[in-house]
């Protein structure tokens, strides 16, 4: 089976809630699909993000408008918001424990 685009549950392939990987970065999610526990890490997306503002620094002076530096933004932002979205790895985490009382640092 091919690779599916954006990220996905590693176990069941469920694709990923759109809003959580965006806001919800480092935060552990429930896979809708088969219940496991999954996070989107915080540093995802870094290296493309870092490559859009190197883009726009280099472009920033072409034209003089405000309108061009306008365009230049939002359509370097929905590049790296589509180039992330592609590259994004969801990762599973362990399942939660209980705590027991008797263990140390407990209360």
Do not use: N
Not at 33 to 50: D, E, F, I, N, S
Not at 80 to 99: A, D, F, H, N, Q
């Amino acid at each position: 089976m091919a690779r599916k685009h954006g990220p996905y549950c590693p176990d069941c392939g469920t694709d990923a809630p759109f809003k959580l990987l965006f806001w919800g970065m480092g935060k552990p999610f429930t896979c809708k699909g088969c219940g496991a526990r999954l996070m989107v890490p915080k540093g995802t997306g870094g290296g493309v993000a870092l490559l859009g503002f190197l883009a726009f620094w280099q472009f920033k002076d072409a034209y003089d408008s405000g309108w061009w530096v306008l365009a230049l933004i939002s359509g370097l932002m929905l590049i790296v918001g589509i180039l992330s979205w592609y590259t994004m790895k969801v990762r599973k985490l362990e399942p939660e424990k209980p705590v027991s009382p008797e263990a140390p640092g407990s209360g």
